[in-house]
């Protein structure tokens, strides 16, 4: 047995890496890719007639491999299907750190599986509140309900969209500009942070297009996302190099944090730095950058 230590619901979320929870041979080695998280799944990717043939693999993987410091979260089969409640026992059983709500689209939706997640932890002698939860937003009501929904339980860590369904209910085609979920990417991202919770964007399926990939990895960055979940190992480093802040931007998060707390101390508010006006609303973002700095190893100062 693999002891976990106790997920976090504020960590390092990069990379979210899809992987079918039902073959071992994909699951067993997941962590050498240097992922930040594992998506094992017993959603889409495990045939009506295989489910419980996964939920016994994703048991004794969870089990039996030591993941590190790679997170390990479970998409969980959709709430209108007979299957997830026993796949909410299973991941509490083997000790996921989360569980993805596959077509999440109300408050109802999450508090249903915190309080199966709540009876499991209880069947099965976990800490009560271990596990966590996050949501894909899968449909028009689901982005429309998204804020209710971050909100909804103190187990939820993020939301993210899911591109492939939401265009079929829009009635669209994946576009190259983005334009096809700039709403509801938009508006999931604001209800996200009014929750105080992370938030991912969808995955990239043309794996021959790196072009692409690279320039919806950079409107990701410039929207504001945490994260974004992928379907292949090579995928990684890119999402990693993009998403670290560069040397000139943990210099200069520095040099606000320093100047804002030595002119706070002076009893002056507002401030210039290199010709820029500085206040207090400058710091929670250079903070940010030097979390997210010291996350990716890059700084080791005291300042966070």
């Known amino acids: 047995?693999?002891?976990?230590?106790?997920?976090?619901?504020?960590?390092?979320?990069?990379?979210?890496?899809?992987?079918?929870?039902?073959?071992?041979?994909?699951?067993?080695?997941?962590?050498?890719?240097?992922?930040?998280?594992?998506?094992?799944?017993?959603?889409?990717?495990?045939?009506?007639?295989?489910?419980?043939?996964?939920?016994?693999?994703?048991?004794?993987?969870?089990?039996?491999?030591?993941?590190?410091?790679?997170?390990?979260?479970?998409?969980?089969?959709?709430?209108?299907?007979?299957?997830?409640?026993?796949?909410?026992?299973?991941?509490?059983?083997?000790?996921?750190?989360?569980?993805?709500?596959?077509?999440?689209?109300?408050?109802?939706?999450?508090?249903?599986?915190?309080?199966?997640?709540?009876?499991?932890?209880?069947?099965?002698?976990?800490?009560?509140?271990?596990?966590?939860?996050?949501?894909?937003?899968?449909?028009?009501?689901?982005?429309?309900?998204?804020?209710?929904?971050?909100?909804?339980?103190?187990?939820?860590f993020g939301v993210a969209i899911s591109g492939g369904d939401f265009r079929k209910c829009m009635q669209t085609k994946f576009q190259a500009d983005g334009i096809d979920l700039i709403a509801a990417r938009g508006q999931m991202l604001i209800a996200a942070r009014a929750a105080g919770i992370q938030c991912f964007d969808t995955v990239f399926t043309n794996l021959d297009d790196d072009e692409g990939f690279l320039a919806e990895l950079k409107q990701n960055k410039a929207m504001g996302f945490d994260g974004k979940s992928l379907i292949n190992p090579k995928q990684i480093r890119p999402v990693h190099e993009l998403f670290a802040p560069t040397e000139k931007e943990v210099i200069q998060a520095e040099r606000i944090i320093s100047a804002y707390r030595e002119q706070a101390a002076a009893g002056v508010g507002v401030f210039t730095l290199d010709g820029k006006m500085i206040d207090i609303a400058f710091i929670p973002g250079a903070e940010r950058t030097l979390k997210l700095a010291k996350a990716c190893g890059m700084y080791n100062g005291g300042l966070v």
């Open 1 to 156: 047995m693999i002891p976990r230590p106790k997920p976090q619901r504020f960590r390092l979320r990069r990379t979210m890496m899809f992987m079918n929870a039902q073959k071992p041979g994909l699951i067993k080695d997941a962590y050498i890719y240097g992922c930040d998280s594992i998506m094992l799944d017993l959603e889409d990717a495990v045939a009506e007639n295989q489910k419980d043939s996964a939920r016994f693999s994703l048991y004794h993987a969870l089990k039996s491999i030591d993941y590190g410091d790679t997170e390990v979260i479970v998409r969980i089969n959709g709430l209108d299907t007979p299957h997830w409640k026993e796949d909410v026992r299973v991941c509490v059983a083997g000790g996921a750190d989360g569980i993805r709500i596959a077509k999440c689209e109300s408050a109802s939706d999450v508090k249903a599986v915190d309080a199966a997640v709540t009876d499991a932890e209880k069947e099965f002698g976990a800490e009560e509140g271990r596990t966590l939860l996050m949501a894909a937003l899968e449909s028009p009501k689901g982005i429309i309900n998204a804020y209710e929904i971050c909100t909804a339980s103190e187990r939820m």
